[in-house]
Structure formats: C-alpha cells, structure tokens
C-alpha cells in the first residue's frame, strides 16, 4: 500500500519561495505518476502541477506555470514542488497524489479523480 507524506509547507510573505515535498513508502514512486493539487477554503481541489513516472514530462495548471517547478527523484522515493514568488491566492492545503492516469502529463495534467492515492496535505499560507 503506498503511502504519501507531504512537508515543507508554513508561512511566507508574498514574493517569498517555498519547496514542498512528497515523500512515498510501502511501494516505489517510480510506479506512479504524480500531482500536487491545493484545495483553498471555501473552495474546490485545485490542480497545481504534474509528472510522469520517469520525470521526463512535466506540466503545470493556471497561475503555477512559470512561478513552480515539480521534480522527483525516483531513488529517492520523493517528489519535489519547488514555488517560487508565492502570493496570497496560493494560500491553501497542497496535496500530493499518486496513480495511472489516462490523462497526457506532457498535454496538460490529470483531473484529481484519476488519482488513487494521497497524502495528508501540507498548509502554505502566503501573506504579509
């Protein structure tokens, strides 16, 4: 059973970086394809960005492109959400997900729905 574990998230003024972390055990990473999702309160799950199994496609959704980066390193059983100049309307709980998507990383990223597992969330509260 695959087990996920998000970290790294806290408080950061606007303009500030934060890099999460999603660290997998009970089964290799290199299985799975990944997406980080945020969920805000008062609102829906939200795709962030995503990856393929060999980390080779990578792709990201709205306002996270060309401020965020996801990486993984599959020896180390661990995917990386790197956010760079972070504002407000990023505050929410980050989420990772493992699983086989129909969806095309390299085309855009899978729909929550397509994921089977998920970790616990991390919060990142971006204000001044």
């Known amino acids: 059973q695959l087990q996920l574990v998000e970290s790294g998230g806290g408080l950061v003024q606007p303009g500030g970086s934060l890099r999460l972390s999603c660290v997998a055990s009970?089964?290799?990473?290199?299985?799975?394809?990944i997406g980080w999702f945020r969920q805000a309160p008062g609102k829906g799950r939200e795709g962030v960005s995503c990856?393929?199994?060999?980390?080779?496609?990578?792709n990201y959704v709205g306002s996270a492109k060309d401020r965020f980066t996801i990486s993984r390193d599959n020896a180390k059983n661990t995917v990386w959400l790197q956010m760079n100049s972070l504002k407000p309307e990023d505050t929410a709980v980050y989420y990772c997900?493992?699983?086989?998507?129909?969806?095309?990383?390299?085309?855009?990223?899978?729909?929550?729905?397509?994921?089977?597992?998920w970790g616990q969330g991390t919060q990142v509260t971006v204000s001044s």
């Open positions: 009970g089964s290799s990473l290199e299985y799975y394809s």
């Open positions: 997900a493992a699983g086989w998507p129909i969806t095309t990383v390299q085309y855009r990223c899978p729909d929550d729905v397509e994921y089977t597992y």
């Open positions: 990856i393929n199994l060999s980390g080779g496609s990578t």
